[in-house]
């Protein structure tokens, strides 16, 4: 029976290839020849082994990660590694910089500061967090144990264009909804975190690329599933892991390299967010753009509209015409759209055509 798909611009979960559902689908029933469906499959299997192994090859592949990092495969979401990077990384007397741009920066303030000493290095919640902060904005203390900032502002619509300068090696990043949406430097970071429910796969699996000298930072007294070098020693299966969502990640990770990798994949993703900024622009007593121009996110992209009932009726006319998702959080209001690596090119010109219409007919 043919599945008549809608046009998703959820903010995560989100979107996911077709062609990886599709796959995913047939094994539900029995992985392969197996006559064991993916998610039946013991973790300690040869089968989920092949599975887990080939899932971090392409990713170091996809993202050309030095052998002297390691790669993890948690739980907990991103949530739970505002709190790991601090019980892990940040020692007794020493001070770990936040740079806030959002309100998940916030939230990993909030739970480092339970861990330990913190500095905030630069906070645009002075702007609503509608930018990056310029360099000169950040004032970096003389010693700190790293340095976090978020790539991507998922509510707000900022992303970061490089990396913050002046912390190369200890930078650690929250990287959840721009990871592997562009090649990275891996080498300026010492850890990087991504839930993986925007562009990596489904909820439930969080992606950790550490430098693997930092895993001797990891204190014994930490609880055990809260220790990094737990699970670096036990390649992430030290406990029952999500062997549904790695499995998934891993379907994720082939489709990206059959895109043509990061690079492509980059360059879709460019061309995707300037056919809505090109229409936000295009309109600019009818559409606002919340972010300033040189903060701009290719992935999550927010405006308003003259008024909140023009914005309730977007979303409403939206949806008739097959598209979904497009409600703002409430920290901006208006509208977002999140574009991520597997939002269709037809599903953002379908948008572009419906802004510049609404537009025309109501401005
Ligand atoms: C940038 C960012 N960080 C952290 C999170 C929280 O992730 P999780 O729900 O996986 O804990 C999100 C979720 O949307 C996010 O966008």
Redesign the pocket.
């Known amino acids: 029976m043919a599945v008549q798909r809608v046009h998703n611009f959820n ?2 979960p989100a979107v996911l290839p077709e062609s990886v559902l599709q796959e995913a689908g047939e094994n539900l029933l029995s992985l392969g020849k197996t006559g064991i469906g993916i998610m039946e499959h013991s973790h300690r299997g040869k089968d989920f082994e092949a599975i887990i192994q080939t899932a971090e090859k392409d990713c170091r592949e996809l993202l050309n990660i030095p052998d002297n990092y390691t790669v993890l495969f948690l739980q ?7 709190s790991m990077v601090p019980m892990n990384l940040l020692g007794a007397g020493q001070v770990a910089d936040y740079i806030v741009t ?1 309100g ?2 916030e ?2 303030v909030k739970e480092a500061k339970k861990v330990g000493e913190i500095h905030i290095a630069a906070d645009t919640k002075d702007t609503n967090h509608n930018r990056i902060p310029k360099p000169g904005e950040i004032k970096l203390s003389s010693n700190p144990a790293y340095v976090h900032f ?6 707000f619509g900022t992303e970061w264009s490089g990396e913050p300068t002046g912390a190369d090696g200890i930078l650690v990043c ?5 990871m592997m949406s562009r090649p990275l430097p891996i080498k300026k970071y010492g850890l990087i975190y ?5 562009n990596l796969g489904p ?2 699996v ?1 992606l950790v690329i550490m430098r693997s000298d930092w895993l001797s930072r990891c204190s014994d007294k930490l609880p055990t599933y809260l220790n990094y070098s737990v699970h670096a020693k036990e390649k992430s299966l030290y406990n029952t892991p999500n062997t549904f969502g790695i499995y998934l990640m891993g379907l994720v990770f082939k489709w990206m390299k059959q895109q043509g990798g990061l690079t492509a994949i980059e360059r879709n993703n460019r061309e995707k967010a300037k056919m809505i900024y090109d229409a936000i622009d295009a309109n600019p007593n009818f559409y606002k753009g919340h972010a300033q121009k040189d903060s701009r996110s290719m992935m999550n992209l927010t405006f308003r509209l003259p008024n909140e009932e023009l914005e309730t009726k977007f979303a409403d006319e939206a949806k008739k015409a097959g598209m979904i998702g497009l409600k703002g959080h409430r920290s901006v209001g208006g509208m977002r759209a999140s574009l991520y690596n597997a939002c269709p090119l037809k599903s953002v010109q379908t948008l572009a055509e419906f802004m510049k219409d609404f537009a025309k007919k109501n401005g």
């Open positions: 903010p995560g907990g979401g991103a949530t739970l590694q505002f959002g998940w920066s939230k990993a978020t790539s991507n502002n998922t509510l929250d990287a959840s909804s721009d991504a839930g993986a429910q925007k909820s439930g969080v």
